[in-house]
């Protein structure tokens, strides 16, 4: 659904279905509505275009920069909606949604809605690496854990379908009642340790992908120093590394209140009269970002316990005697991310951080 507005048809906005992945379609419309407008005003007008980041990507948005076309990405979740109970919700009302929204951001109303910065291709690409290990681990546990269920039913505990003797073991079990496994289990099992042995292949394959572009100085040279540079860190490994810079720490943020808000660690104050509560942090950010952060806070309080962030923690604890730990780490989580960037990006040492030995 393509929604428009047109200089010469006042407030009147018009709706025209283009099927998805038909981009000599959207082009040609565009060109069409240009027409329009030179037709009936006598003067060529720039067009502006907005869309919602989401499922499509940014490849709609490289092809309209293609055609000289000013195009934005909106971030929808942060466009003002009706708050009643049931409001209505057709692909019609969020296109006119979208332009009340965009006609606002170009008068420069304040706050009207979080435009999102579109990562180039590479930078989109760089991405895949760690987040198809991320799926692969799951698909891993989820697996293992389908094993160890069909096992369990026959009274068998213990088997651990990772070890590298697993076939072996398997042809060992016995069930609970000493009988051998019943032949279409047996063969059930056969085929999920097959589909775990392709997991774990391709594991090796994802990490060894992520150490060559770590090892690549000629090539991916920023990419290789960032890594290489919270690599150096105690307690930080290769995925962890690997995750901070590619989602996150390769970005150039204006300030620390962006990066914060990027990684959906800000806090969201509720204000009304005399009540006043937070409500924990927005989430509003990157969850892949955030969840990592939120690890290695736990992984820098174990292998930092010197660092300046990990004294401030101890005595943020003490003092509500023990408690709160847990709104504590999420503070840290937001601190430690805003010194990995100033360490990543300006060199700013983190106080009393230990580096790994050469």
């Known amino acids: 659904m393509v929604t428009s507005l047109l200089p010469c048809n006042g407030a009147k906005m018009s709706k025209r279905a283009v099927k998805a992945g038909d981009t000599a379609g959207l082009l040609d419309l565009v060109r069409q509505l240009k027409a329009t407008v030179r037709r009936r005003t006598g003067r060529d007008v720039p067009v502006i275009a907005i869309q919602e980041a989401g499922l499509d990507g940014f490849w709609i948005h490289r092809i309209l920069e293609l055609e000289d076309i000013e195009s934005h990405v909106?971030?929808?979740a942060s466009i003002a909606t009706s708050r009643r109970k049931r409001r209505a919700k057709t692909d019609k009302l969020d296109g006119e949604t979208l332009l009340r929204a965009l006609l606002a951001y170009k008068r420069g109303e304040p706050r009207v809605c979080a435009m999102v910065v579109p990562p180039s291709p590479d930078e989109e690409d760089r991405k895949r690496n760690s987040r198809e290990r991320r799926a692969l681990i799951a698909e891993r546990i989820k697996i293992v854990n389908r094993v160890k269920g069909l096992l369990f039913s026959q009274g068998v505990v213990g088997f651990e379908p990772l070890k590298r003797?697993?076939?072996?073991?398997l042809e060992e079990v016995r069930t609970g009642d000493g009988r051998e496994l019943p032949s279409h289990l047996k063969a059930e099992i056969v085929r999920a340790l097959d589909r775990i042995e392709l997991v774990l292949r391709q594991i090796?394959?994802?990490?060894?992908a992520r150490d060559e572009v770590a090892r690549n100085e000629c090539d991916l040279s920023k990419v290789a120093s960032g890594m290489s540079m919270l690599k150096q860190l105690r307690g930080v490994g290769a995925d962890f590394a690997e995750v901070l810079w590619s989602e996150g720490l390769y970005r150039e943020f204006a300030n620390r209140r962006q990066l914060a808000s990027y990684a959906g660690l800000t806090p969201t104050p509720w204000q009304s009269g005399s009540i006043s509560r937070e409500q924990g942090?927005?989430?509003?950010?990157?969850p892949r970002l955030r969840t990592v952060m939120v690890q290695l806070s736990w992984f820098w309080l174990l292998h930092q316990p010197r660092s300046a962030l990990a004294q401030w923690f101890q005595e943020r604890v003490a003092l509500d005697g023990g408690r709160r730990r847990k709104p504590a780490i999420i503070a840290l989580a937001r601190k430690l991310l805003i010194a990995l960037w100033k360490y990543v990006h300006h060199g700013a040492v983190i106080e009393g951080a230990v580096m790994k030995p050469a």
């Open 204 to 208: 090796k394959e994802v990490e060894a």
């Open 74 to 76: 909106v971030d929808a």
């Open 165 to 169: 003797d697993r076939r072996i073991r």
């Open 281 to 286: 942090v927005s989430k509003a950010g990157n």
